[in-house]
């Protein structure tokens, strides 16, 4: 024999049919830990505040959609359609998303910002959402970015009077106008409930 290895390679006692299933097996048991693996990592994790930062009532997910205008949507294509963002439960990690955040004066064609309460999104087929209705305030262009934050700052702050009754707001900027919206739970929240003038 030339090589020290030629034995291993005439050897018939089948040993290597046995080192082959345990080495399949041992690829097996790897791939099976490598997708263990994988759902753990894209499992959500549970986003809470800091230490020594201020939480929110609730946690908030920032959302993001465009859209061609002229093109019809269907619930299947706008729901691709929309990208997350960010989920914070604090005052400081809200900051750390709005501060590197394009305002929406400055967002052109059909963009929308979405801010929802986390678990739900920005869409009527949700089960948050699909009893609920919408405030819709149009404005006129350059007043967007102002209103939005506004609106925002109040929801996350709980300064409307209303409970769990709002699921988030959108700010919609489009080519002659722009729209804010608040959607809530359940349609028969009144202007006047939500602007903190009556209970509900």
């Not at 967002?107 to 309460?117: I, P």
């Not at 409970?163 to 988030?168: A, F, M, Q, S, Y």
């Not at 729209?179 to 202007?191: A, D, E, Q, Y």
Request: glycine share 8%; hydrophobic share 30%; proline share 4%.
């Amino acid at each position: 024999m030339n090589n020290k290895f030629d034995a291993l390679k005439d050897d018939d006692s089948g040993d290597h049919d046995q080192n082959e299933e345990n080495s399949t097996q041992k690829d097996s048991e790897k791939e099976k830990n490598d997708k263990d693996k994988n759902q753990n990592s894209s499992r959500k994790k549970t986003v809470v505040p800091g230490p020594a930062e201020h939480p929110l009532q609730y946690n908030y997910t920032f959302w993001y959609s465009r859209r061609t205008p002229g093109r019809p949507t269907s619930s299947q294509s706008y729901e691709q359609n929309i990208k997350q963002i960010g989920t914070f439960a604090s005052v400081e990690q809200f900051w750390r998303f709005y501060s590197h955040m394009v305002r929406p004066g400055e967002l052109t064609g059909h963009s929308d910002f979405h801010l929802f309460k986390e678990g739900i999104k920005p869409m009527w087929e949700d089960d948050a959402n699909k009893n609920g209705g919408k405030w819709i305030i149009r404005l006129r262009k350059g007043l967007a970015s102002r209103c939005w934050e506004n609106l925002i700052l109040a929801m996350l702050g709980e300064q409307f009077m209303v409970g769990e009754e709002i699921c988030g707001a959108v700010v919609s900027v489009r080519f002659q106008e722009d729209i804010i919206s608040i959607w809530n739970k359940k349609r028969l929240v009144t202007k006047q409930q939500l602007l903190g003038s009556e209970t509900p």
